[in-house]
């Protein structure tokens, strides 16, 4: 028997394949679907503070290639997503959830995680680190400095299970100073990655931008991020404390993605763009392809090829 099961914080998840925070998650409605898949879990929309309407429409264009996105943060506020997910909770209490927040400052995440904390919530929180499309904000998991004092002063005070989403980086260098960050604090996990920042689409016919925030500036996702976000998974995988677990996010649309992600070092996989595309039926598929790449390689398990990535002497 094949079985694509994982653990993330040593809790159980059946399926180690999920939707990625921002996708098919904004409300109760979107979240019940996802509950109902294949799906062994889902993320929320990261919830702020105060409810956010977002950045004005068009704000999300499927390309052939992916996505660009600059939804800038729309949400029902964190309450919201802690009510909904508790109310699931307690109908399955063998499941495990993730609920993901940010703030604008540390302060704010000090009160989103006092939040989280006073609602009894047990499952797993993601800190959003790495939003590319709040006007004037730039990405904090690109400011190191603010990464490690956010870390330090998040630690002190919440002590469930906690993971980052960080954005993507690009050098050597970046990879070693942040894993150095963190490997100081007792994170359950980091996922990598979110959407590579502040891309330009544009449709020649029109000589247009396609998205209206930012003059058509987006996150990007999609196949043209897998490469990217492998680099990401494999570098974290190198570099991090075993007990930092890794979720590999981007450019996830049929198995043999899911399989790269998982021989790259990812324990966990998401999935945004190609669940955007699809729905959340695209989860039976998506374990259903694993399911036959594994048979066919004579893998029972994950962890029988989880980061056993070769190469070339
Ligand atoms: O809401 C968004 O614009 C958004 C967020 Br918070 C994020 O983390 N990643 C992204 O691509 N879009």
Redesign the pocket.
Same mark, same amino acid.
């Given at each position: 028997m094949v079985s694509t099961a994982t653990n993330i914080a040593q809790k159980k998840f059946d399926n180690c394949i999920m939707n990625a925070? +921002?996708v098919w998650c904004s409300d109760e409605n979107e979240l019940t679907e996802l509950d109902r898949s294949e799906a062994s879990s889902f993320v929320t929309k %990261?919830g702020t503070l105060q409810p956010r309407k +977002?950045n004005p429409q068009p704000r999300y264009f499927p390309t052939s290639l992916g996505s660009i /996105?600059?939804? +800038?943060? $729309?949400n029902q506020g964190l309450d919201y997503y802690l009510e909904v997910v508790n109310r699931l909770q307690q109908r399955k209490p063998h499941k495990n959830y993730f609920v993901s927040c940010?703030g604008f400052n540390v302060q704010e995440d000090i009160s989103l995680l006092k939040k989280v904390a006073v609602s009894g919530f047990t499952g797993v929180v993601e800190l /959003?680190l790495?939003? $590319? /499309?709040v006007p004037g904000k730039p990405q904090t998991g690109y400011d190191f400095e603010t990464v490690d004092n956010i870390l330090k002063t998040v630690f002190k005070s919440y002590k469930g299970p906690l993971g980052v989403?960080l954005p993507p980086y690009f050098d050597i260098v970046h990879f070693n100073q942040m894993a150095q960050i963190l490997n100081k604090y007792p994170l359950a996990y980091v996922n990598s990655v /979110? %959407?590579i920042g502040n891309g330009l689409y544009i449709d020649d016919t029109q000589e247009q931008v396609v998205i209206k925030p930012k003059n058509g500036f987006g996150?990007i +996702?999609g196949d043209y991020i897998k490469p990217t976000a492998l680099a990401n998974v494999h570098a974290f995988y190198q570099r991090l404390n075993p007990d930092i677990q890794i979720i590999g996010t981007g450019g996830i649309k049929n198995g043999r993605d899911i399989f790269e992600h998982i021989l790259c070092g990812a324990s966990m996989v998401q999935v945004g763009t190609a669940l955007m595309k699809e729905g959340p039926d695209i989860f039976a598929r998506l374990t259903r392809e694993l399911k036959a790449i594994m048979r066919d390689k004579g893998y029972e398990k994950i962890a029988d090829f989880k980061g056993k990535l070769q190469y070339i002497e």
């Open positions: 925070s +921002g %990261s +977002g /996105n600059s939804m +800038g943060l $729309p940010t /959003n790495s939003c $590319p /499309n989403k /979110n %959407s996150g +996702g």
